[in-house]
């Protein structure tokens, strides 16, 4: 199996729902993240789990939760999100942090 | 501070001719991995390269050709006869030895028309 998963692929919410993303690979890589990419421009690193530890968070406001329950998952908790929090949300994994990433499909957010 | 500049935009050619989308890095490490990637309309961002700072060898893949040149830090993209199906946006990224955090340039839509 050599794919990262994301589900949702769309996803409509309002600004009191708390919804979660989801992200799994199986090509045994011990890195994962999550990016935000907005319409005409390149992701933006919002966080990197690396052998499921937390390692990076870009200042990512506290409404976005990350969680790796094992190596495999990733997972994206929302909540009270605004409109401006409407864009692609990627997953990506590699096989350590310095590796090249790959990315899944996306889940395309849009907060009402 | 790192930065990757990708001045090209919009590239605009006809079906097979060759197209290079440029790329320029900016880093204070003397190690450091340079990326390409491919984003289709679809959404999904596709590797297609990676190489260290440590190997200037430049690279063929079929249709595909990168020239890394540390003396102008550059590492540019060649398409040879480029085909409808290369339309995408392309990013090329940078990252420091360790970490994952990857700088993207904020990329250049290529558009093949028959």
Same mark, same amino acid.
């Given at each position: 199996?050599? +794919?990262?998963?994301?589900?949702?692929?769309?996803?409509?919410?309002?600004?009191?729902?708390?919804?979660?993303?989801?992200? +799994?690979?199986?090509?045994?890589?011990? $890195?994962?993240?999550?990016?935000?990419?907005? $319409?005409?421009?390149?992701?933006?690193?919002?966080?990197?789990?690396?052998? +499921?530890?937390?390692?990076?968070?870009?200042?990512?406001?506290?409404?976005?939760?990350?969680?790796?329950?094992?190596?495999?998952?990733?997972?994206?908790?929302?909540?009270?999100?605004?409109?401006?929090?409407? $864009?692609?949300?990627?997953?990506?994994?590699?096989?350590?942090?310095?590796?090249?990433?790959?990315?899944?499909?996306?889940?395309?957010?849009?907060?009402? | 501070?790192?930065?990757?500049?990708?001045?090209?935009?919009?590239?605009?050619?006809?079906?097979?001719?060759?197209?290079?989308?440029?790329?320029?890095?900016?880093?204070?490490?003397?190690?450091?991995?340079?990326?390409?990637?491919?984003?289709?309309?679809?959404?999904?961002?596709?590797?297609?390269?990676?190489?260290?700072?440590?190997?200037?060898?430049?690279?063929?893949?079929?249709?595909?050709?990168?020239?890394?040149?540390?003396?102008?830090?550059?590492?540019?993209?060649?398409?040879?006869?480029?085909?409808?199906?290369?339309?995408?946006?392309?990013?090329?990224?940078?990252?420091?030895?360790?970490?994952?955090?990857?700088?993207?340039?904020?990329?250049?839509?290529?558009?093949?028309?028959?």
């Amino acid at each position: 199996d050599t +794919e990262v998963t994301q589900t949702p692929k769309h996803l409509v919410m309002g600004m009191t729902n708390k919804k979660s993303l989801k992200c +799994e690979q199986h090509m045994g890589h011990r $890195a994962m993240y999550w990016y935000k990419q907005k $319409a005409k421009k390149p992701p933006e690193l919002m966080f990197v789990y690396s052998y +499921e530890k937390l390692s990076i968070n870009e200042s990512v406001p506290s409404r976005f939760s990350p969680e790796c329950p094992n190596s495999s998952l990733l997972n994206l908790h929302l909540h009270a999100l605004q409109p401006e929090d409407s $864009a692609l949300y990627l997953c990506a994994s590699s096989q350590r942090d310095y590796n090249e990433q790959f990315f899944g499909p996306g889940t395309r957010l849009t907060v009402l | 501070a790192q930065k990757v500049t990708q001045a090209q935009t919009e590239i605009s050619v006809v079906e097979k001719e060759d197209v290079t989308l440029d790329c320029v890095y900016e880093t204070r490490d003397t190690t450091y991995y340079l990326f390409w990637y491919k984003q289709p309309p679809s959404g999904e961002l596709v590797f297609l390269i990676r190489r260290n700072s440590f190997d200037e060898q430049n690279e063929i893949s079929g249709r595909y050709s990168w020239n890394f040149q540390k003396s102008t830090s550059s590492f540019n993209f060649t398409i040879t006869a480029s085909q409808v199906v290369d339309s995408a946006v392309y990013f090329c990224a940078l990252s420091e030895a360790r970490g994952g955090k990857l700088i993207f340039g904020q990329g250049t839509e290529l558009s093949v028309k028959p």
